[in-house]
């Protein structure tokens, strides 16, 4: 069912506190919180609620707040809502009248919502906040004209994956399952392969290379022990256990240079990417695109990409995100030579970087080497806004994770600038700066006279 809608109570209450006694109303985060348009998360989620059935949701604006400053301070949901009943911005911010002292709803509440949320509604966070900065001023429309755009490696928050901890994992987890469908184990090996997976890890950091791959194939073989053994037992297994089956035998029969190999058994779908990089030469998740304006560095576009496709394919679908989040305003976009060979043919104007500057006319070569501003962008998304190291789970985990990173980071940018679009408007409004620089200056008398 929807939720309620609450009502502003004109009258005070006897035992509660009102927010607007305790804060600053002109606080950067009370000001954008006026300007944020919340009837359009309502809007976007209507349809994801049953009109009469089941109790009341929880508040738009309450979960749509706490996702902006959980990505804005890099919290998990548990210190997002702790947090939330400290501090009273926070709590004016989500649509609060009155001074709560109590956690306004379970930190599980938060990965529900998100399952409701989608990609589509995830996107809607990402074009409020860019809505918003083009009410305020901050955002010119000069500035949607030309956008950077580059891919990354969003991490997933899994361990380095090595073939003794697969096997020692995969097994663990088919014994937990087979025990919770009621199928009896005969030899589980719990100890025998704790033991075989410390012995494996300690002798290949002795380099003794030989007793650490003889502790590897045992294990290797008391995974293909516990596989057999449930097949025979489950003859009708479970969705669950039939793709946890699924896996083990993929994991079982993969060889160290096969493609399309899994690196989790939890998660699947992680990629091994290489980016050419001195310290990481190998990062395991997924490839997201971003799409920055070249002034500003705005987020414009973050789409996430299952496998590890081509830069080049990946053009189309991300201009088709940022058409859909700004409409048709991009005029340019600037990559770099990754993007060689693309398969866009739509109407923005494609400018691939060179090596050479050549015969290259001189404005449009100060664009392309403001190609570059993309990279400290990525840098704050990985190390202040949650896509250095992914927790959520699944492909759409993933998508929903790099969009609300791009989206927390100009939510970020509009409380740095809000002062700055508060001086304008007294410029604009009253003029009083420009009458103070118009009077002229008074001559102090001398006091010997």
């Not at 400053?69 to 809502?81: F, R, W």
């Not at 860019?130 to 361990?159: F, H, S, W, Y």
């Not at 029969?253 to 310290?279: L, M, T, W």
Request: one cysteine or more.
């Amino acid at each position: 069912m929807r939720p309620k809608r609450e009502q502003n109570q004109p009258q005070r209450e006897l035992f509660q506190v009102e927010l607007e006694q305790l804060i600053d109303l002109h606080h950067p985060l009370v000001q954008l919180g006026m300007r944020i348009d919340w009837a359009s998360f309502e809007l976007a989620l209507g349809a994801t609620y049953h009109p009469t059935q089941g109790a009341p949701g929880i508040q738009t604006r309450l979960m749509v707040a706490l996702h902006y400053l959980k990505y804005q301070h890099d919290l998990s949901d548990e210190n997002v809502v702790a947090h939330w009943v400290e501090n009273p911005y926070w709590q004016h911010f989500s649509g609060q009248q009155f001074f709560q002292h109590r956690a306004p709803i379970d930190a599980s509440s938060m990965t529900r919502w998100r399952g409701r949320l989608g990609e589509a509604g995830a996107e809607q966070m990402l074009r409020a906040t860019i809505e918003t900065g083009i009410a305020m001023g901050v955002i010119r429309p000069a500035q949607l004209k030309r956008i950077n755009v580059d891919t990354t490696v969003q991490t997933k928050a899994i361990r380095f994956p090595t073939d003794a901890r697969l096997y020692h994992r995969c097994r663990e987890r088919l014994v937990k399952v087979a025990r919770q469908k009621g199928i009896k184990i005969k030899q589980s090996y719990r100890h025998a392969g704790k033991k075989l997976l410390l012995d494996s890890s300690r002798y290949a950091h002795a380099r003794q290379m030989k007793r650490a791959r003889a502790a590897t194939r045992k294990l290797r073989t008391q995974l293909g022990r516990v596989m057999r053994e449930i097949e025979r037992k489950a003859t009708k297994p479970s969705r669950k256990l039939s793709e946890l089956l699924k896996t083990a035998h993929q994991i079982h029969a993969q060889q160290r240079n096969d493609k399309n190999k899994i690196y989790s058994v939890h998660e699947p779908e992680v990629e091994c990417i290489a980016k050419g990089k001195a310290g990481k030469k190998y990062e395991f998740g997924n490839k997201v695109s971003v799409a920055v304006t070249s002034r500003g560095g705005w987020l414009v576009g973050a789409q996430s990409y299952t496998g590890n496709p081509y830069d080049g394919h990946t053009l189309s679908s991300q201009l088709q995100q940022v058409n859909n989040l700004i409409g048709d305003r991009v005029r340019e976009a600037y990559v770099d030579m990754g993007y060689r060979g693309h398969d866009y043919e739509g109407g923005v104007t494609v400018r691939v970087d060179k090596r050479q500057r050549g015969r290259t006319p001189r404005p449009l070569w100060r664009w392309m080497k403001r190609r570059a501003a993309v990279e400290p962008s990525i840098g704050h998304l990985k190390a202040e806004h949650r896509l250095e190291r992914n927790r959520l789970k699944g492909v759409a985990g993933d998508a929903f994770n790099a969009i609300l990173s791009a989206a927390a980071m100009n939510f970020q940018k509009l409380l740095r600038a809000f002062w700055c679009y508060f001086l304008r408007s007294l410029v604009r409004i009253w003029g009083w700066i420009p009458a103070l620089q118009q009077q002229p200056r008074l001559r102090t008398q001398s006091t010997a006279n």
